[in-house]
């Protein structure tokens, strides 16, 4: 079985563009979270799809968007990017979501912001 | 206010000796959740554990609930170079996965 695939792996932009990054979850997963990992602040919760609607929202900024497709493929989206935005940007699956069954992690996008 | 503090932040290491990272916080969880991520992948999840005064082992490595359910601890016999990462302890909260910020832990042969 794929596990949860993320494109793309590295990422540079710079301050003031908009980035999209895609989840691609393991077949038959509904559930998509998104995560942002920076040294200082540690792994943080962005939001989490389910059939297509955001059922969760951590705190963040309106800057940070995303969305779920039919398939269960999840995007993400940055706009008008700040360097505090450079990170390394998780997305994992589970079948229901985290506090019912194990999330499985994809290996992530790092996003650099010059 | 981190809702989950870990301890040490880092830890070096050698090769044969014992360890124990710590995971406190003032709230009670219906269960935590122990992950381990190395360099350029997500984190992988090691254990959760449900059970005030739960304890599981998987190999070397030794995991525990506290009685009150507010703190979990994770203990490692005789690291290896292969146990160096990021250990992370997680709750969930409803659909999101609340972390610590982690101890890096580096062994050296």
């Known amino acids: 079985k794929a596990g949860v695939t993320q494109t793309p792996r590295y990422l540079i932009k710079t301050r003031g563009q908009q980035v999209t990054l895609s989840c691609s979850p393991i077949?038959?997963?509904?559930?998509v979270s998104w995560y942002q990992q920076t040294p200082g602040q540690g792994l943080q919760f962005l939001f989490e799809?389910?059939?297509?609607?955001?059922?969760n929202k951590g705190n963040f900024p309106g800057r940070f968007s995303g969305r779920q497709f039919s398939n269960s493929r999840s995007e993400m989206n940055v706009s008008t990017l700040e360097l505090g935005d450079s990170a390394l940007y998780l997305c994992?699956?589970?079948?229901?979501?985290?506090?019912?069954?194990?999330?499985?992690f994809g290996p992530g996008t790092r996003l650099t912001v010059l | 206010t981190q809702l989950l503090e870990q301890s040490p932040q880092f830890l070096s290491i050698q090769e044969g000796e014992n360890l124990t990272v710590y995971c406190n916080s003032s709230?009670?969880?219906?269960?935590l959740q122990w992950y381990r991520q190395e360099p350029g992948e997500g984190p992988v999840l090691l254990v959760t554990?449900?059970?005030?005064?739960e304890v599981k082992k998987l190999k070397r490595l030794t995991f525990q609930f506290g009685d009150a359910r507010k703190d979990s601890s994770l203990h490692i016999t005789a690291a290896q170079p292969g146990d160096t990462g990021l250990y992370l302890c997680?709750?969930?909260?409803?659909?999101?996965?609340?972390f610590g910020k982690g101890t890096t832990l580096s062994v050296s042969s």
């Open positions: 994992a699956s589970s079948l229901a979501g985290a506090g019912t069954d194990t999330q499985y």
């Open positions: 077949s038959g997963h509904r559930s």
């Open positions: 799809y389910f059939s297509e609607t955001q059922r």
């Open positions: 709230s009670v969880f219906s269960s």
């Open positions: 554990v449900v059970t005030g005064g």
């Open positions: 997680a709750a969930s909260r409803w659909t999101a996965l609340i």
